[in-house]
């Protein structure tokens, strides 16, 4: 059954879209899941830019919350067209050929952009608040200069193609909606991760990442 457009707009308890909270579960989920890449070397500029020079210690959660507040304009509509550039993102041949990956060090920044084209195409008032927002509430972790040569990255890799179709903006709320596994024990998870870390190289998990957001979205259908 397609979303209605009552089910996308839908605010939850605290008054903000509840797509933001499903889309902060989904970029979560993956940068807990590699969360061990955050400490191995930037090997290219791509992961160095989305890196930065300073990692958010808020929460994403928290993070689009602020954001929200900051941009009242934003509706649900703009966190689905942030998934949907997101997972696009990812499997470009740009970002699996830098390996990059949604972890703690990226995931702020990658989701920033993601956001940020979101709202440029859902809520063209957008344009009325500046992206000085991005900077107050990463905690002056994301500086407002860095957004524009981000999304210069972020387009590229994307060939300028972000134009998301009603059949894919539907698949990419489903998606939402589905919301990630629940997870495991954190001594099971870390134990599972020392044991992929031993044998598999970075561009080999970041090729597996972009299988999982594959042109259905974040996960496999």
Do not use: W
Not at 40 to 52: M, S
Not at 58 to 76: H, K, S, T
Not at 110 to 115: G, I
Request: charged share 25%; hydrophobic share 45%.
């Amino acid at each position: 059954m397609a979303p209605s457009a009552s089910d996308v707009l839908r605010l939850d308890g605290n008054g903000n879209p509840r797509t933001l909270r499903l889309l902060a579960s989904l970029v979560e989920a993956e940068s807990r899941r590699f969360a061990a890449a955050a400490s191995e070397p930037a090997e290219n500029d791509l992961v160095r830019a989305f890196r930065g020079g300073a990692t958010p210690a808020v929460p994403i959660a928290e993070f689009l919350e602020r954001l929200q507040r900051c941009n009242y304009l934003f509706d649900g509509a703009v966190y689905v067209l942030a998934a949907a550039h997101l997972a696009l993102f990812m499997r470009s041949p740009a970002a699996l050929e830098a390996g990059i990956v949604v972890e703690p060090a990226t995931a702020h920044r990658l989701v920033s952009v993601a956001v940020l084209l979101g709202a440029k195409f859902s809520s063209p008032r957008y344009f009325e608040r500046r992206v000085e927002s991005f900077q107050i509430c990463s905690g002056e972790s994301i500086r407002s200069t860095e957004l524009c040569p981000l999304e210069l990255l972020f387009l590229r890799a994307l060939d300028y193609r972000v134009f998301i179709a009603d059949e894919e903006f539907r698949r990419f709320f489903r998606i939402l909606e589905r919301r990630p596994a629940p997870a495991r024990s954190m001594a099971c998870a870390a134990k599972k991760r020392k044991a992929e870390e031993e044998v598999e190289p970075r561009r080999v998990r970041a090729c597996q990442l972009a299988a999982r957001y594959g042109i259905s979205g974040f996960n496999r259908s």
